[in-house]
Each structure stands twice: as structure tokens, then as C-alpha cells.
């Protein structure tokens, strides 16, 4: 086992940035997100239990650990948690279960394994251990049940798998996708299946070794080299013409040869629900105020409109889209512009929008298979013409 040996990376998480986040997932009896590709893949699966049981099999190996797409050491929390798991199932002498709606933890089990978290959760006194237990509580409950069952590209199920069919090509070398990723959803995962692990990086949401890797290679980049792409009215949001379609052929041509060099452009994608995606905003407003000593944080609003992930996954209002489709539609934008028109930027949106439609369809089939509609219901459209 490979435990990170780096130093310990620490957020100032505020209060009320986090008192929501943790009454709406800790303090109340915990709901499924419908909402995610990950877990509408394993919704309604067959229980199945995880395989903990043979030699080696209670940990998270490095290998296992950076098949699911990340070059990051195991996390240590991560690993912890593996083991208290493990430890409590030789103890209740019951066997962990994974299935149902959602893919989660079942039997008797879940429920022993339910009180104990949630006194380990109670008794956290700080809001940053809070975040980082929930996160990795999360993402070691995942990687267990997703033993045999799930792809580690795709992420989908084995039989389901869509990898064959998506297409990899390189990202242009000038800019860089990161995925700021809530440990239950995961739209975002087909940016490195298509471009890659170093050119689409992901880095979960309250998960010290991932978030420590990131605001690095940011502060190493500058504030000027990163931005959101965050349609929040509350932050200082531009469009994408008036981020880099009005600067003067000096600045275009410093930004050029800036990266053609060591300096790239990184952009963060927020892969969240709507409804926690206001956190992970607010926290990555608070560690770049701790970095650069201002809270407003660069904000990119597309132009975009609804995707073909609508069809099974609507979201709160048209105006805001799936991850995948966010990177599309920044691609395609920044491709009209005349400093970025010789890149190619519209044949890697292609490629992008053609991965989605590729997960679309496996879903799409998988719930025809499973006998479930293939549609859900359509919110806010009283202002669709």
C-alpha cells in the first residue's frame, strides 16, 4: 500500500460554506442522486457483495487506485476508512452488499455501518475534517462496490462498457481541463477518456492529495492562467468573448507564446449537482483568496444551450448543462474567436459531443434493457419557446 507522503495541505473551510453541505448530507438520512451517470449506471443492480474477502483484496492498491483515472498517490483517508470497513465487517460478522437504487451499501451492514459513520461524523468538531470524511467515506464505499462490476474507464457496467467506442484525440497543448469533481457525480470523466489523464485532470472534491496537486500547479500557473466555468449571478462572471475575444494583439500575442511555453491555461469544471455546487464554488472562492488574497475568483458563463444528456438528465434550468457538454461548449466558443481559430478547438468539441452521445446511448439501451423509461421529466419550461 502507497500512502502519500507529501505534506499535509490544509483549507480553511468556513462555516457557512459548509453548514449546508453537511445538514443536507450528514444530519438527514442520506438520498440517492438520480442525477449521475456513475450511479444511475448501478441503479436497481442485483445485490452483490464486495470483494473484500480474499488476500490483498481489503485495501486499495496504487494500481486499482489510478485505474479509475488519477495519477494521485491513494488518499490516506481513503485507505483509512477501507480498513474500518473491513474491520467492521469481521466484527458485526456480516458481509458488505452493494446494490439497489444507486448501487449503495445494503443488509444488515448498512445498517451498523450507517450508525457508525454518522457517530464518527458527529464527533468531528472541525468543518475541513467534516468535508474530508464525508468525501472519502464516499469514494471508499465506491471503489468497493465497483469491484467487478464497474469499467474503470467508462465507469459504467461491465456490460454496458462504452470505451470501444469513444474516440481519444490530444487537447491542445495550451490549455488544460480540470475536473472539480463531487464524489457522487461524475459527467466529467469522458473529458480524459477523450483527451486524457494529464490533459483532463481529476481532482475530488474534499480530498486533501487531490486539491493539493491542483491549487499547486495553479499557483504555479498565475491567477490569470485559471478561471471557472461557473454561471453563479453572484460571481464576476464573463463570457468567454469577453475574456479573450477584447484583449489587444499585444496581450493575444503575449498569451500565444505564454502557451506555447510553461504557462497554460487551466480551466475548472465544476462536476456537481446544482444543489452542491455552490460549495464547491465557495471553497474554491476561499483557498483563492488564501493564495492570491482576493476571493473573486476568474468566472467563465457560456453561451451554451440545453445537451443531449437532457433527455435523461434535465437539468434545474436550460441555461445550465452537464460537464461534458460545459467543455463543448467553451471549445466551441473560444474556437470563433480569431486568436484561437487555428487550433483545431472545433474538432476536439466534436470529438468531445460525440463521447456523450456515445454515453447517451449506453444508457439510454441499459434502461431499455432494465424495462425503465427513457426519459425523465422536464423542469422549468415555462420559459421554452
Request: glycine share 6%; with cysteine; proline share 4%.
Amino acid at each position: 500500500m502507497l500512502i502519500t507522503t507529501t505534506r499535509t495541505f490544509t483549507f480553511k473551510c468556513s462555516p457557512s460554506s459548509f453548514t449546508s453541505f453537511a445538514r443536507s448530507h450528514m444530519d438527514s438520512k442520506p438520498k440517492t442522486l438520480v442525477q449521475c451517470a456513475f450511479m444511475s449506471s448501478a441503479s436497481r443492480s442485483p445485490p452483490r457483495e464486495a470483494c473484500v474477502n480474499d488476500p490483498g483484496n481489503g485495501s486499495i492498491s496504487l494500481q486499482e487506485w489510478q485505474g479509475w483515472g488519477t495519477t494521485s498517490p491513494v488518499p490516506a483517508m481513503v485507505t483509512k476508512i477501507v480498513e474500518e470497513l473491513k474491520a467492521l465487517e469481521t466484527d458485526i460478522d456480516a458481509p458488505m452488499s452493494f446494490g439497489g437504487s444507486g448501487g449503495k451499501l445494503q443488509g444488515y451492514f448498512k445498517v451498523q455501518e450507517d450508525k457508525k459513520h454518522r457517530a464518527t461524523y458527529q464527533a468531528l468538531c472541525d468543518s475541513e475534517e467534516k468535508l474530508q470524511f464525508f468525501s472519502a467515506r464516499q469514494i471508499a464505499c465506491r471503489l468497493l462496490g465497483s469491484r467487478g462490476y464497474l469499467c474503470q474507464k467508462c465507469w459504467l457496467p461491465l456490460e454496458d462498457c462504452m470505451c470501444s467506442r469513444v474516440i481519444p484525440c490530444n487537447l491542445w497543448h495550451g490549455m488544460r481541463f480540470w475536473l472539480y469533481m463531487h464524489p457522487k457525480n461524475n459527467t466529467g470523466k469522458l473529458l480524459w477518456q477523450v483527451f486524457g489523464i494529464e490533459a483532463a485532470t481529476l481532482c475530488l472534491y474534499g480530498i486533501a492529495e487531490h486539491e493539493e496537486i491542483m491549487w499547486s500547479t495553479f499557483k504555479d500557473a498565475g491567477k490569470n492562467n485559471v478561471c471557472c466555468l461557473y454561471p453563479n449571478k453572484n460571481a464576476l462572471s464573463k463570457s468567454v468573448q469577453d475574456a479573450f475575444g477584447e484583449e489587444s494583439s499585444a496581450d493575444q500575442k503575449c498569451r500565444l507564446m505564454m502557451t506555447n511555453g510553461d504557462k497554460t491555461m487551466n480551466f475548472i469544471l465544476i462536476d456537481g449537482t446544482w444543489s452542491n455546487s455552490n460549495a464547491m464554488f465557495s471553497r474554491l472562492k476561499e483557498q483563492a483568496k488564501s493564495i492570491w488574497g482576493e476571493e473573486d475568483f476568474p468566472c467563465i458563463a457560456l453561451a451554451t444551450g440545453a445537451s443531449a444528456m437532457h433527455k435523461l438528465r434535465p437539468q434545474p434550468s436550460w441555461d445550465r448543462t452537464c460537464t461534458a457538454a460545459a467543455a463543448i461548449g467553451l471549445l466551441s466558443e473560444l474556437q470563433l474567436l480569431p486568436v484561437f481559430s487555428s487550433f483545431g478547438l472545433d474538432k476536439l468539441a466534436e470529438a468531445v459531443e460525440h463521447a456523450l452521445v456515445v454515453l447517451l446511448e449506453a444508457l439510454t439501451a441499459r434502461r431499455l434493457r432494465m424495462g425503465r423509461c427513457i426519459t425523465r421529466r422536464v423542469r422549468h419550461n415555462s420559459n421554452i419557446c
